[in-house]
């Protein structure tokens, strides 16, 4: 019998903590052959390569390069690209039975678009969440995404109602739980025995960890500058580690803040950090800064408080159980929040169900055994 013939697409970091588990759970399965998809949307050593390899994931069958661009040319790229690898495994007669897709990102998104309309059906991990806010390109991105999947495997109660009010039908949605939780689970062990802390000469319980990304934050000055300005008087007494994705780095430089922030003391900058390292970090620190969706989530988990620099989230859930506190982009905010940490006065919340660390496994058994 023709084995079931998966394409998986990964294009940007945080699509890999999704897929890894994934495919180890399809692993077992010997009538499934798991083809592997990079689009190349995250290049860098440190936003890729690294993840593959701390997260024991194969290298990619298939690699795209599509590299960086607006996100039209992104997208059309993948677009193009993608239907090429689906369109030449028709010509050799080994067609894809299905796509899978995991995440928000544009990658995600144009994977989607190509396989749909070539009629390969597609599954969509993490499929409907919403923040209702259409200035995010991640937004649009879901939305595209789970209109023409038509299997939308879903994280969190919230996704199911969203596309349940979508007007999707209840055949296509199972609840399934949270694959990027799978992963934390599955390294946090392997997290706690690296030397991050020490190299770093912090002490567990003992410091911040801030990342910053999102263009809503990162790209206008008079909004980075009194995030920054807060985090910097913070570092003072709480020591801050800030990875900074590459973004991040050139509006700091270009906005003239990189002084302030190197004056800083208490503020350890890095380049972005290997999965292991960073949650070597995550895992023990006393508190999260961030605008980044993923994290959001693994705080919840982890028991850290986690300040998201964001006015919405499409995670309801961390602020529903208490595990996320939304401070948008205002500097008050974020400082009083950060203070009643300090203090010891801010409340934390507890963790959902199906975030077990057994949601690929779920997802495994849908794919393969239809339930
Ligand atoms: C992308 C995702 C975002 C996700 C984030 C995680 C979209 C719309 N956004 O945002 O949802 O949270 O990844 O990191 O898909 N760059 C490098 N090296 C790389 C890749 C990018 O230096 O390997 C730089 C380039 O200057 C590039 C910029 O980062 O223009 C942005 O990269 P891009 O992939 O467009 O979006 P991210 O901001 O990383």
Known sequence: MAKLRLACIVGARPNLMKMAPLLRALG?????????????????????????????????????????????????????????????????????????????VNSTMAATLAAAKLNVPVAHVEAGLRS?????????????????????????????ENLRREGHPEEHLRLVGNVMIDTLKFML???????????????????????????????AAETLRPILDVLVDVSESLPVVFPIHPRTQERIKRFGLAEKMDSAGGMIQTEPLGYLEFLALTSQAKVIVTDSGGLQEESTVLGIPCLTARPNTERPITVGQGTSTLVGNDAGKLRSCLASVLDGTYKQGTCPELWDGQAAERIARVLVEGS
């Open 189 to 219: 062990p392997k997290a706690r025995q690296c030397d991050t802390l020490a190299k770093m000469g912090l002490e567990p319980g003992k410091y911040g960890v801030v990342t910053l990304h999102r263009p809503s934050n990162v790209d």
């Open 132 to 160: 209702f806010d259409r200035t995010m390109p991640e937004e649009i991105n879901r939305i595209v995404t789970d209109a023409i999947a038509d299997l939308l495997l879903v994280s969190e109660p919230a996704g199911m």
């Open 28 to 104: 077992p399965y010997s009538d499934v052959e798991a083809v592997l998809i990079h689009t190349g949307q995250h290049y860098d050593k440190n936003l890729s390569d690294v993840f593959f390899e701390q997260l024991e994931m194969p290298r990619p069958d298939v690699t795209l390069e599509v590299g960086s661009g607006s996100h039209a040319v992104q997208t059309a790229r993948v677009l193009e690209r993608f239907e090429g690898v689906l369109v030449e495994a028709d010509r050799q007669g080994r067609p894809f039975d299905r796509v899978i897709v995991v995440g928000d």
